[in-house]
């Protein structure tokens, strides 16, 4: 699927938002995703589509600061674990999770780095998974830093 990457095939993948690249919500439900979230504003999601769909998607609004601004790691520390209470909940349902922000690049696999950290990989480990899932993550100015700085105040 394009635009599509997985973290763990059939339970957790990423993408850009519909801001950055026009999705079809059809499309996703078909190929299986059952719930979203959205780690931005969830600029030009169709709320009433995904209800139509019965996709169930919640917004969470990460901030996009470029580079990360000091207490950027205090509001990522405090919304993560509810942002993991959302997947869990989705995998225990078994509900593929699709993540996004506005370009699928830094928010997205960090969210992807504290799923994996959380369920037992190393910091390093998490991260060089999710840059490994999507091919580029971390490249903004001061996210390769600031991820670490966030998994770290996580652990």
């Known amino acids: 699927m394009k635009h599509v990457f997985w973290l763990k095939e059939g339970l957790i993948a990423g993408r850009c938002g519909p801001s950055e690249q026009t999705w079809n919500l059809q499309e996703l439900k078909s190929a299986g995703f059952s719930a979203i979230a959205s ?4 600029q030009q999601c169709d709320t009433q589509q ?3 769909l019965a996709i169930e998607h919640q917004v969470f ?3 996009n600061n470029v580079p990360p601004k000091p207490e950027d790691l205090a509001h990522y520390a405090k919304v993560l674990p509810s942002i993991l209470t959302f997947i869990q909940q989705q ?6 999770v699709l993540l996004h ?3 699928g690049v830094n ?6 780095a504290y ?9 390093v480990h998490a991260v060089s998974q999710a840059r490994l899932a999507s091919g580029h993550a971390f490249d903004a100015q001061g ?3 600031f991820v670490y700085d966030v998994l770290y105040e996580l652990q």
């Open 107 to 112: 928010r997205t696999e960090l969210v992807m």
């Open 101 to 103: 922000c506005k370009t």
């Open 61 to 63: 609004n990460l901030p």
């Open 115 to 123: 799923y994996l950290m959380v369920n037992g990989a190393a910091p």
């Open 39 to 42: 780690l931005n504003d969830a």
């Open 91 to 96: 995998e225990q349902a078994n509900k593929p």
């Open 143 to 145: 996210w390769d830093q």
């Open 50 to 52: 995904m209800d139509s």
